[in-house]
């Protein structure tokens, strides 16, 4: 029927470009009864799209009638736009103006929507708006940013709790992050957990079990490669010995049964998906200018003079630049335009939504601003493809933040080689930082 290959074709009406990976966890999704999936591609692989055709799938079927999504802030405006203009969805965003608008009816305000975006530090501080969150009931829970989630076996914060909370009662949990360990593997373990609190129960015993994940997998590659395996005691657990068992007796097409079976019990087969750049073909080429600067009483007018050099070489081509706090976001903008005349925006937390949306599409737009220059806010969840200059003024203490700042040029789309600028002060632990990252 018309409604059936509307429902059938919906993945691919979507106005995207699609790879065969991001169809993956779809399919996984349409197999399970709950969807509890954890999406943890590498940055700039498409995560939102590929939760935008579970979400659309789901909700098409109603499988997932009622959605509730939780963001950081920054990106509530974002994934509105992505939701309606790639997949046809209508989500409202919900903050304290709107509840409150609400509130008169005398009902729980959350069940004005269907689909609901919200910011998840409003829920988090607002014990009022979060129990009428929960009391509203939904089918499916979405979570971005997900690594932000603080857990440890004492102390759980905020917004870990509300997720917990909410996740108790919905039947289905998508959590997305391009950064899975950036809390270490206690915080990893954490957000299993919320997926599935029984095969992910104990922190020492998936700490003793991750150590062996390398051994797994060597092990899952000999099986693949037709070799004989030696560890047979692998095969021995409940979800793999029947299927071993089977392919042993000549079934060949249980060696997949026997592969999945050991991903879900010795791994995180069950719940994780993690596509990886190493592990795909297609992307551009990163190429690191590493800038020594000569040691100067005024480090920061060092580095202000490079720049200045550096944007007259490149001459009208889009800056991004990155640092790590709002006060010297605003400190380079406001020497920088002393010293000469350029369209520059800024994007850092002190912003409103709409003011951070205005000054991101200005820097968008073809005749916008040449640079923008972002807090360590702009880390995260912004598109910025068209651009190929990345300016870093100083650098980061953990690897998959630095991953992260480069992954808002280093994207799906990005169409030609990312610069990477990284002045550092001769002598300075910034060298040693911008030497060893590269």
């Known amino acids: 029927t018309a409604t059936n290959a509307k429902l059938y074709q919906s993945p691919f009406r979507a106005g995207i470009t699609l ?44 499988r997932a009638e009622r959605v509730l ?49 919200c910011g998840i530090d409003f829920l ?16 499916l829970l979405v979570v971005d940013e997900a690594h932000h989630l603080q857990w440890s076996p004492d102390k759980a914060s905020a917004e870990y709790q509300l997720v917990d909370s909410l996740a108790a009662s919905t039947p ?40 062996r994940y390398e051994h797994v997998a060597k092990v899952i590659n000999a099986l693949l490669d037709g070799k004989k395996v030696a560890d047979v005691e692998l095969f021995k657990g409940p979800r793999v010995a029947a299927h071993y068992e089977a392919f042993l007796g000549g079934d060949v097409a249980a ?11 010795h791994g995180t087969g069950r719940v994780m998906f993690r596509n990886t750049r190493s592990a795909l073909t297609g992307f551009p080429k990163r190429k690191a200018r ?23 070489e490149l001459k009208k081509q889009k800056v991004l630049l990155i640092c790590h706090s709002r006060e010297f976001a605003e400190e380079i903008l406001q020497r920088l335009q002393s010293e000469i005349k350029i369209s520059a925006a800024i994007f850092h937390e002190g912003l409103t939504l709409l003011q951070r949306d205005r000054n991101a599409a200005f ?6 601003a040449r640079l923008l220059i972002c807090s360590e806010i702009g880390s995260e969840g912004r598109n910025f493809q068209f651009a190929h200059h990345l300016v870093l003024f100083d650098l980061p203490s953990d690897p998959e933040l630095l991953e992260q700042r480069i992954g808002r040029l280093d994207r799906i789309g990005q169409t030609s080689t990312i610069h990477i600028h990284v002045p550092y002060e001769e002598g300075s632990a910034g060298e040693v930082f911008a030497r060893w990252y590269h």
Not at 38 to 57: H, S
Not at 71 to 90: D, G, K, T, Y
Not at 189 to 211: H, N
């Open 124 to 139: 988090s501080t607002n014990p009022q708006r979060a129990t009428q969150a929960r009391e509203a009931g939904w089918d």
């Open 19 to 62: 790879d065969a990976y991001q169809l993956e966890p779809l399919r996984k999704a349409l197999l399970l009864p709950r969807v509890n999936l954890f999406i943890a591609d590498d940055v700039g692989l498409g995560k939102t799209i590929e939760a935008g055709l579970i979400l659309q799938r789901l909700h098409l079927t109603g």
């Open 172 to 211: 289905s949990l998508l959590l997305l992050t391009a950064t899975p360990q950036q809390l270490g593997m206690e915080g990893h373990f954490a957000r299993l957990r919320l997926l599935d609190p029984d095969r992910f129960g104990d922190l020492k015993a998936f700490l003793a079990e991750s150590e």
């Open 255 to 265: 060696r997949d049964q026997v592969v999945a079976a050991l991903l879900d019990e």
């Open 290 to 312: 590493l800038v020594p600067l000569a040691a100067s009483p005024d480090e920061s007018a060092a580095k202000l003079a490079w720049l200045i050099s550096l944007l007259k």
């Open 363 to 368: 820097f968008a737009e073809e005749d916008g």
């Open 69 to 117: 999504v939780l963001l950081p802030p920054a990106l509530l405006n974002q994934w509105f736009v992505e939701m309606f203009r790639r997949f046809q969805m209508s989500f409202s965003i919900f903050d304290e103006e709107r509840c409150a608008s609400l509130d008169a009816s005398g009902e729980n305000p959350f069940l004005d929507s269907q689909l609901v975006i």
